[in-house]
Each structure stands twice: as structure tokens, then as C-alpha cells.
Nanobody
Framework: QVQLVESGGGLVQAGGSLRLSCAAS????????MGWYRQVPGKQRELVAV???????NYADFVKGRFTISRDNAKNTVFLQMSSLKPEDTAVYFC???????????????????WGQGTQVTVSS
């Protein structure tokens, strides 16, 4: 019914940049907050940045000034522009939507806490 698909991950040298995208697909009529989280093996998933449907943003302290989150509501897409990357930014990055409204046949349905499959970001020193 609904999918979140991340793209843009890869291998980059320290100091470089990457831009992640997350596109929501399906018969969607609304998406509330969206965000990016990351996880390394053996550790809990942690918040990187979130953005409301109105464009208010919040960042983890460790990315402030380096990462920028944005979204295109018309395309149901959220972006994460990452600059000045460090080896410690290496992780799988996951897209999240806290509430997605979509049509199931003619009914309005909602899913909460929806995750993408993740995209690997590797920063070499």
C-alpha cells in the first residue's frame, strides 16, 4: 500500500558530501513529520534530523551545521543533505514517517511509525 524508498547512500571520503532522498509511494494524501535516523551494528537507532509537514526542523547535536533536512510535500519526498562528513557518520540511514494517510480502495487509512529499508553511508578516513 505504502512504501518509503531511500536512495543516495554510498562511499565518500571524509569531508565530502552526500544527498539522501526518501520517496513515499502509494495513494498518499498526507504525511505528517518525516525524519532520518541512523544505526550502526550493535547500537540503537538514533535520530539524525526531523521535519514537520510545515517545514520546522530539528537536528541531533552531532549533525548541526553539517546536515540539512528538507522536504518536497508535492512529491512526498524528504531529503538529507550531508556535508563535512566524518568517519563516525558511517551507518545505515533510515527514513521515517510518523503518520501517512493513504487510500485503500475508497477508504482513508493511516499507518504510523513507518520506516524505509535503509541506505548505507560509508565515510572513509
Amino acid at each position: 500500500q505504502v512504501q518509503l524508498v531511500e536512495s543516495g547512500g554510498g562511499l565518500v571520503q571524509a569531508g565530502g558530501s552526500l544527498r539522501l532522498s526518501c520517496a513515499a509511494s502509494g495513494r498518499i494524501f498526507s504525511i505528517d513529520g518525516m525524519g532520518w535516523y541512523r544505526q550502526v551494528p550493535g547500537k540503537q537507532r538514533e535520530l539524525v534530523a526531523v521535519i514537520t509537514s510545515g517545514g520546522r526542523t530539528n537536528y541531533a547535536d552531532f549533525v548541526k551545521g553539517r546536515f540539512t533536512i528538507s522536504r518536497d510535500n508535492a512529491k512526498n519526498t524528504v531529503f538529507l543533505q550531508m556535508s563535512s562528513l566524518k568517519p563516525e557518520d558511517t551507518a545505515v540511514y533510515f527514513c521515517n514517517a510518523d503518520k501517512i494517510g493513504y487510500y485503500q480502495l475508497s477508504r482513508r487509512e493511516y499507518v504510523y511509525g513507518y520506516w524505509g529499508q535503509g541506505t548505507q553511508v560509508t565515510v572513509s578516513s
